[in-house]
């Protein structure tokens, strides 16, 4: 699949709200504030190295706590395993398992890519966490900034939307990483 993507050169309508404005949902220890309000918020992320980790029993009741809700509304994004349904199934397990709606964006291709106001329906008003699978981030990030969908997940994010995930659903949410020893 080809995209174009964002360059001195080449600045499309979707991309032009990124300009000046590096992919990411937080930095280390600053709030996201709403444009609406103007209220801040900091941001709920869980991740872990590992893909699947977040599924430990300790880790899955710190996400499901974290939403305030007893089967919170789940939204799996794939993009970064291209939208394997495997993937979808191991990421979503213990989601199923307690009786969780959840709902599979696929955006890797652009043939399965929903529609900008579809894509808000689920991000915005429908999740209550999100999860992100392992695989490509650079890949991911790349492809939700072509389409928009990394402006919803900040969105979803000043709404108190949970976001976790390993692996490359760990490092989509920053752009720097600090490490404390």
């Given at each position: 699949m080809y995209f174009e993507l964002a360059s001195d050169f080449v600045i499309n309508e979707t991309l032009k709200p990124h300009v000046g404005n590096n992919f990411r949902v937080a930095a280390p220890g600053l709030p996201l504030q709403c444009p609406?309000?103007?209220?801040?918020?900091?941001p709920k992320i869980i991740t872990t190295g590992s893909g699947n980790a977040i599924h430990e029993p300790d880790f899955f009741?710190?996400?499901?706590?974290?939403?305030?809700?007893?089967?919170?509304?789940?939204v799996y994004i794939g993009t970064p395993f291209f939208d394997r349904e495997?993937?979808?199934?191991s990421g979503t397990k213990s989601f199923r398992n307690i009786g969780c709606r959840i709902?599979?964006?696929m955006v890797a291709k652009e043939c399965t890519t929903p529609s900008?106001?579809?894509?808000?329906?689920?991000?915005?008003?429908?999740?209550?966490?999100?999860?992100?699978?392992?695989?490509?981030?650079?890949?991911?990030?790349?492809?939700w900034q072509s389409i928009g969908l990394d402006l919803l997940i900040k969105e979803a994010a000043v709404k108190g939307t949970v976001l976790c995930g390993g692996s490359a659903g760990c490092g989509c949410w920053f752009d720097?990483?600090?490490?404390?020893t």
């Amino acid at each position: 699949m080809y995209f174009e993507l964002a360059s001195d050169f080449v600045i499309n309508e979707t991309l032009k709200p990124h300009v000046g404005n590096n992919f990411r949902v937080a930095a280390p220890g600053l709030p996201l504030q709403c444009p609406e309000s103007g209220n801040v918020t900091y941001p709920k992320i869980i991740t872990t190295g590992s893909g699947n980790a977040i599924h430990e029993p300790d880790f899955f009741a710190k996400i499901v706590a974290m939403t305030k809700k007893e089967k919170p509304n789940v939204v799996y994004i794939g993009t970064p395993f291209f939208d394997r349904e495997d993937k979808y199934e191991s990421g979503t397990k213990s989601f199923r398992n307690i009786g969780c709606r959840i709902k599979r964006l696929m955006v890797a291709k652009e043939c399965t890519t929903p529609s900008s106001e579809e894509m808000r329906r689920i991000i915005v008003d429908f999740s209550d966490v999100i999860v992100v699978s392992g695989g490509n981030s650079l890949f991911a990030m790349l492809r939700w900034q072509s389409i928009g969908l990394d402006l919803l997940i900040k969105e979803a994010a000043v709404k108190g939307t949970v976001l976790c995930g390993g692996s490359a659903g760990c490092g989509c949410w920053f752009d720097t990483v600090s490490c404390i020893t």
